[in-house]
């Protein structure tokens, strides 16, 4: 079928479109996309750098509460810590570098970072709701007296914790609807290039 | 294009002919695939980044031209694959209508097929509208290949493929 096709004519007509003389880059051009790219570079820190408070956090509290529940929440931390970590990279990485990838390659990237993005939405959900489970497992040790919970660590888990937990949770969902149509185009584009 | 990668032109000096030598393409790449002109020129100056942050290798390559459409189809492929732009955006009748008024021909029928055309090019998918773009820019199956890093057995597939939906899309005036 597009044998019968004139594909020089239209290739002609194509080279004959009309593109504004434009003066060469300068500059000021690379200034401008540079500044994009910093940008992108600073969220890429900004990520490292809540990886890194959550990974001093997980040291504090090893050594300042030596017993399971200390550990335990260390251990929580420094996974949080690293999968931060990883996904900042991830999703920031193929913005420094172009020219090692094939267009294919750089949309299943796309759609490998996407889908990392989505899961680590969805364990960081899985944590809110812990702390919010959490929060009430200690007011059920203190109303049936099986341990001595402080006052002051209750005020803090009822109304800093938990709320906190459910407004994340909640602009968590939110994200993940938009990582899930950012999916969808993405998987639509991948399909396009795995086509043939 | 003739311009040698081989002599002592410092890497910048070979990067400003390169981009010279091929700015009416990438214009005309960047028009097909973003409707948006200010977009297009953030596109642009990326493109020139990453082109400079490149400068060394793409001056030592064999296929100094792939290594730079590469680039450019990577970075407009990036574009169009990340949040911003949820739907494609058609021209509209304006952007036609100016596109017809800058269109040097003075033949009404070459201003129609160049329209029909430029709409034509933008409805193509993703993966065809690449390589119509490459062969409409007169890179060989070689330098295709190496664009988009796949052998030239499966660009010879594509680019059938690509020319049967764009035939399709201009008879249907879709």
Redesign the interface.
């Known amino acids: 079928m597009a044998d019968n096709f004139d594909f020089a004519a239209l290739t002609k007509s194509w080279q004959q479109h009309p593109t504004s003389t434009e003066a060469l880059p300068n500059i000021a051009d690379l200034a401008q996309a540079k500044q994009r790219q910093t940008e992108q570079k600073w969220l890429l820190y900004g990520e490292w750098l809540g990886a890194v408070v959550m990974f001093i956090a997980a040291c504090w509290l090893a050594f300042s509460i030596p017993d399971w529940l200390g550990y335990l929440s260390a251990f929580f931390l420094i996974c949080g810590a690293l999968s931060s970590a990883y996904v900042a990279w991830t999703v920031h990485k193929p913005i420094l570098e172009y020219d090692n990838w094939s267009s294919s390659g750089l949309i299943q990237f796309r759609v490998r970072a996407c889908k990392l993005t989505m899961r680590y939405y969805l364990y960081t959900q899985l944590s809110c709701g812990a702390l919010v489970v959490f929060s009430g497992l200690l007011w059920w040790m203190q109303w049936w007296n099986i341990a001595q919970i402080s006052a002051n660590l209750l005020v803090f888990y009822s109304l800093i914790v938990a709320p906190l937990s459910l407004i994340a949770s909640y602009l968590l969902q939110q994200k993940k609807r938009k990582k899930a149509a950012e999916l969808k185009q993405l998987t639509r584009l991948a399909n396009d290039f795995q086509s043939e | 294009m003739t311009l040698s990668n081989s002599g002592f032109i410092p890497p910048e000096q070979f990067l400003?002919e390169l981009?010279?030598h091929n700015?009416?393409a990438i214009?005309?790449t960047l028009?097909a695939c973003e409707a948006d002109p200010a977009a297009r020129q953030?596109l642009?100056?990326?493109i020139?980044?990453?082109l400079?942050?490149?400068a060394e290798?793409?001056q030592a390559a064999e296929m100094p031209r792939a290594?730079l459409f590469?680039?450019v189809?990577?970075?407009t492929?990036?574009h169009?694959?990340?949040?911003k732009r949820?739907q494609w955006q058609p021209l509209d009748e304006d952007s036609l209508h100016q596109?017809v008024q800058?269109?040097?021909?003075t033949e009404v029928g070459?201003q129609q097929?160049?329209q029909q055309?430029?709409h034509a090019?933008r409805q193509l998918?993703?993966?065809?509208r690449?390589v119509i773009l490459l062969?409409?820019?007169?890179l060989d199956a070689p330098e295709i290949a190496e664009v988009?890093?796949?052998n030239q057995g499966?660009v010879r597939?594509?680019l059938?493929?690509a020319?049967?939906e764009?035939?399709e899309i201009m008879q249907n005036g879709r």
């Open positions: 400003l981009w010279q700015q009416g214009s005309r028009m953030d642009k100056q990326d020139y980044l990453a400079h942050q490149s290798r793409i290594y590469r680039i189809h990577n970075v492929v990036d169009i694959a990340r949040a949820q596109f800058d269109c040097p021909s070459e097929q160049s055309l430029m090019v998918s993703t993966a065809n690449q062969a409409m820019e007169d988009l890093q796949i499966a597939v594509r059938n493929r020319k049967t764009l035939m």
